[in-house]
């Protein structure tokens, strides 16, 4: 009998429009060759950890809190009662249920205006992220596929931007086109376009080292249909994660610049703005929950935010996936 002939292992698929599959191709040629074979984990609610349970929950009820905030909120934000200010919070003393988390320094219902607030720097961190995301993203893809002259332009403009405090700028960019809502999302979105460039154009290098654009030219396709249904599927694995981090961080710098005075202006409520309006009543006996209450809140968001991109991000790794 003749011995059967050796056979190697075939080249992972990439995937196109039609869904072949695909290896992750994150960590390098040698990791996704590694990974190609290896099975798929179902998802499975024992593996999730307890504190995504938490902050999820917790996330829900902020963002359910602030897409029906007009019939959650107890009061309207911008009512004033001269009678009411500074009322303290339920528990202490002098404290009403009608107020549950106090009023401000003019009788403004601190709890309602942290359920609106929570709709405006939503708002604004979500549009933000796609701003950033898309202009990033398509940069990135650009930079990596043509390389040479686009790739030195445009990684060019994101190492300048790196190296100038991006606070600065926007401040500068603020006072003098204004302080309007669309401007502020500009400004905050743009802040984070270089990470989304960065990551895409790593991972255009990683795919056009295994080959597969090659061919897939060879065969006709134009640079189009290249980027938007070959390439751009198999780079959105590291930026959906990614997104997830940066909206935390996109969340604190709306409140950062609205802490300022430079982002929301009143009477429109936001977090930032309410902890600089209470900033000044910090460290006295009154009016310590105007700052206080929506500090907690913001800083809830952030960390449930980060942690459950942490938890999504090692998840979706697959040197992380027990197999």
Sequence with gaps: MSAEPHRTAAAPAVADATGDTTPDVGVGVGSALGTASRPRRRFRPGAVPLFAYVFGALLLAIVLAALFAPLVAPHDPLQQSLRAR?????????????????????????????????????????????IGGILGTALGLL????????????MTVADIQLAFPFVLLAIAVVAVLGTSLKVLVVVVGLSGWVTYARIARARVLTLKEIGFVEAIRS????????????????????????????????????????????????????????????????GSDQGWWIAVFP?????????????????????????????
């Excluded at 528990?91 to 709890?111: C, F, I, Q």
């Excluded at 809830?300 to 697959?318: E, H, K, M």
């Design 143 to 154: 930079a990596g596929y043509f390389g040479r002259a686009a790739d030195e332009a445009i």
């Design 219 to 282: 065969v006709g396709a134009d640079h189009g249909r290249i980027l938007l249904r070959h390439i751009l599927p198999n780079t959105l694995s590291p930026l959906v994660v990614l997104a997830t981090l940066e909206l935390a961080r996109l969340i604190i710098l709306e409140a950062t610049l609205s802490f300022l005075g430079l982002g929301v202006q009143p009477p429109t409520p936001s977090w930032g703005g309410m902890i600089g309006d209470g900033r000044e009543y910090l």
């Design 86 to 130: 500074l009322d303290p919070p339920f528990w202490m003393e002098g404290g009403s249920r009608d107020h549950l988390l106090g009023t401000d320094k003019v009788g403004r219902d601190v709890l309602s205006r942290i359920i609106h607030g929570a709709r405006t720097s939503l708002l604004i961190g979500f549009a933000a992220l796609l």
């Design 295 to 323: 500090g907690v809140v913001l800083f809830i968001t952030a960390l449930g935010i980060s942690r459950i991109g942490d938890w999504v991000r090692d998840a979706l790794d697959p040197t992380m996936r027990n197999v």
